[in-house]
């Protein structure tokens, strides 16, 4: 049976927090059921982020050892770094030719960060502008048929498979198949602040961090503001704590309800419960993550033999698109 193929992308951000955690874990279970492509975008990075690159390299290395270290593997999956595999740029610039300025001016994602960022940031660049077509070559250059991304994302995915329909229709062939997203059903954890998780919040937990971080961490997790004294009766609905339970705690989830409801157990407790849930599901993560750090050359190998994995397929896929457009 032929498998269906993927590839999916994420930009250099640095060390990832337990929120992508999902998403990788998601992309370790695709692996065995798919031909799986997988790279840090570092070109996107660039889109916004062209003029401080101090970090990228950095940041790219530490996204890389945290793929690895929760489980995406090199001898099932193809693992590469976007930048590496020129073949995505040729791509893009190709599929720029037929790519009309209007789907991307009016890209809801394009409208929405041109106002967010661009205060401080210049961004009115024609590598920003085309920043879906790059997502469309990164995708198209392995006529990948299957992209698992979040909800986010859609729009994008959408103008990639336009993008495909004018490029096979102008040149009259069926070079490419139309990309198809993949939701997970994915349940995005609030911060411990109970805000969306980020970095630039300060309220997010990585994926590596020492077992007193984590502790730290937890221990600041807002519960339920109406209970104040140990006594009073808790509401878990309204608890961070509770929503990870419902991740790392499953089986105790009832008992700590119940518990919760009737002040039979006070949050420092349950905290301390769930920080060490947490330990038990992370520190084999941090064991691979210690080593991977302790050994740069084996992670280097990766990418290395990724990129001339991904640059043999991406090639077969760029003679056709240079055939059918004539340029050879
Ligand atoms: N735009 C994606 C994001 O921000 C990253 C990305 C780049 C991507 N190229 C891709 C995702 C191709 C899926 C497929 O999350």
Redesign the pocket.
């Known amino acids: 049976m032929a498998k269906g193929r993927i590839?999916?992308?994420?930009?250099p951000t640095g060390k990832l927090h337990i929120g992508h955690m999902s998403v990788i874990t998601n992309w370790v279970r695709l692996q065995e059921e798919y031909q799986c492509f997988f790279a840090p975008?570092d070109w996107?990075a660039l889109t916004t982020g062209y003029e401080d690159t101090s970090m990228l390299q950095e940041n790219t290395m530490d996204m890389l050892m945290d793929w690895l270290a929760v489980g995406l593997d090199p001898e099932k999956s193809t693992i590469f770094i976007q930048s590496h595999v020129k073949e995505h740029a040729e791509l893009n610039l190709l599929l720029s030719m037929t790519t009309p300025l209007s789907w991307l001016e009016r890209c809801p994602t394009y409208k929405e960060q041109l106002q967010q960022l661009g205060e401080g940031r210049d961004i009115r660049t024609y590598g920003f502008l085309g920043y879906p077509v790059l997502?469309a070559a990164?995708?198209l250059v392995y006529r990948a048929d299957t992209?698992p991304?979040?909800e986010d994302?859609l729009p994008?995915l959408e103008l990639s498979r336009e993008i495909v329909r004018r490029f096979n229709y102008i040149y009259q062939q069926e070079v490419f198949p139309e990309p198809q997203p993949k939701l997970a059903k994915i349940s995005m954890l609030p911060g411990v602040d109970k805000r969306k998780m980020s970095k630039s919040y300060n309220n997010d937990i990585a994926i590596t961090l020492t077992a007193e971080d984590l502790w730290e961490r937890v221990r600041n997790m807002v519960t339920d503001p109406q209970r104040i004294r140990k006594t009073d009766p808790g509401d878990p609905e309204v608890c961070v704590v509770h929503t990870y339970n419902k991740i790392y705690n499953i089986d105790e989830v009832p008992e700590r309800v119940e518990q919760c409801k009737t002040a039979g157990i006070g949050c420092f407790q349950c905290k301390r419960a769930l920080a060490d849930k947490m330990i038990e599901v992370l520190e084999p993560i941090w064991e691979r993550r210690a080593q991977l750090e302790q050994n740069p050359g084996y992670v280097h190998e990766v990418i290395a033999a990724g990129a001339q994995k991904a640059r043999k397929e991406a090639g077969e896929t760029l003679d056709i698109v240079r055939e059918v457009m004539k340029l050879k």
Request: net charge neutral; charged share 15%; no cysteine.
């Open positions: 590839f999916s992308g994420m930009r975008v996107h997502m990164d995708i992209v991304v979040g994302q994008h």
